[in-house]
């Protein structure tokens, strides 16, 4: 992925606009690993929205897997979606569904086969530690599981792109060392991971390049700039 001077504003109350990003440029090549940090509030799920493609960028240049959002037809950038696996803060987990029904819907909106969405499905909720748990709606699960099911949500469709923001908060320390060494794992696989955390232990741990935001801005990091 490529970005080059990009903004991002957003309405205000008052009528006007508020810049979110301002002249945001980085690139991070395929397979690579990257921390997003910075302080709450420094525009960091901003830009993961805009890289997830559910906030288009006011103005300058992005190139997301080899397409360019602001010219591409509305069936291109749904094909792009589909490559792009986002574990959201909040989970978003569809509350009339099942967990497993949550996690086979990006699946069946790709057209999979039927006789692979089930065992998929069931295969990343084992191995995120819900076997047993299939069947349960979100309400009946705790955050650490509505965690998990949004991360399997991700992952079921083996994206190009993954992007988590703060996917570790809900997790116990052994689950979410054991899912950092999973988005390594799908690095070398070829996917391209950006992670957002405030998670000092876990940049520690498990150091790779960063980029920092600050005030909307890239303020520093070691992502290599275009």
């Known amino acids: 992925m490529h970005l080059q001077n990009v903004h991002a504003r957003y309405p205000t109350a008052h009528r006007g606009l508020a810049g979110a990003l301002n002249s945001i440029s980085f690139t991070v090549a395929k397979g690579e690993f990257r921390w997003l940090t910075g302080a709450s509030g420094a525009g960091k799920s901003t830009l993961l929205a805009v890289l ?15 397409v360019e959002p602001a010219r591409a ?8 979606r589909r490559r792009i696996g986002t ?4 989970y978003r987990l569809l509350e009339q569904l099942t ?13 999979t086969d039927p006789r692979l969405i089930a065992r998929e499905s069931c295969d990343i909720l084992a ?20 965690q998990r099911v949004a991360i399997a949500r991700a992952l079921v469709v083996r994206p190009d792109i993954l992007l988590a923001d703060e996917p570790t908060n809900a997790l116990e320390e ?7 060494g999973l988005f390594q794992e799908i690095c070398g696989h070829g996917t391209t991971v950006i992670v957002a955390t405030h998670n000092e232990t876990l940049l520690r741990d498990f150091p790779a390049p960063s980029i920092e935001i600050a005030q909307g801005r ?4 070691t992502a290599p700039l275009p």
């Open 52 to 66: 997830g493609l559910s906030l288009r960028p006011t103005s300058g240049q992005m190139d997301i897997l080899g």
């Open 73 to 80: 037809k509305r069936s291109q950038l749904t094909r792009l």
């Open 87 to 90: 574990i959201h803060q909040d």
């Open 99 to 111: 967990a497993l029904e949550n996690v086979a819907l990006p699946l069946r909106l790709a057209g």
């Open 127 to 146: 191995w995120l530690g819900l076997a047993g748990r299939e069947n349960a709606y979100p309400d009946q699960l705790s955050g650490g599981e509505c």
């Open 174 to 180: 052994t689950e979410s060392r054991r899912l950092l």
């Open 218 to 221: 890239v303020a520093g990091g």
